[in-house]
């Protein structure tokens, strides 16, 4: 779990001392560091929260919200990707500065999905 040693290193701190302040051996940092062994989840919301990062974000491969605008899928010119990350910090769906992980594309694309359907509908039916 590389996501570990670079918020670890964010923080300034050692390996030893994330170690103390979870109450593990620094051996057992080292092997969810390298990926020979992950953290319980008391401990994986611990270091979330120390972190400041979603539990998803340690566990998966997350996109900041500007990568989403370069690998926007439709080269849309207006495509606003930053606006909508942006909106989904006010609403509290995001922390300022979290990345987006799949995981929250998921369900956003699950919750949304019907609404838009609805909204085209109720376009389509005014034209």
């Not at 849309?76 to 929250?104: A, M, Q, R, S």
Request: glycine letters at 4%; hydrophobic letters at 30%.
């Amino acid at each position: 779990m590389k996501r570990i040693a670079e918020e670890r290193k964010n923080k300034d701190l050692s390996q030893a001392q994330l170690a103390e302040i979870l109450g593990v051996s620094q051996q057992t940092i080292s092997k969810y560091e390298n990926g020979s062994r992950e953290p319980d989840n008391a401990t994986l919301l611990k270091l979330s929260k120390m972190f400041d990062v979603s539990t998803d974000y340690l566990l998966e491969n997350p996109r900041k919200c500007e990568e989403i605008n370069k690998n926007d899928p439709h080269n849309n010119p207006n495509y606003v990707g930053n606006e909508i990350c942006k909106k989904l910090v006010e609403i509290g769906f995001l922390k300022d500065g979290e990345k987006i992980t799949d995981k929250h594309l998921e369900i956003l694309t699950e919750v949304l999905a019907p609404q838009i359907e609805f909204i085209r509908f109720k376009l389509n039916q005014k034209q």
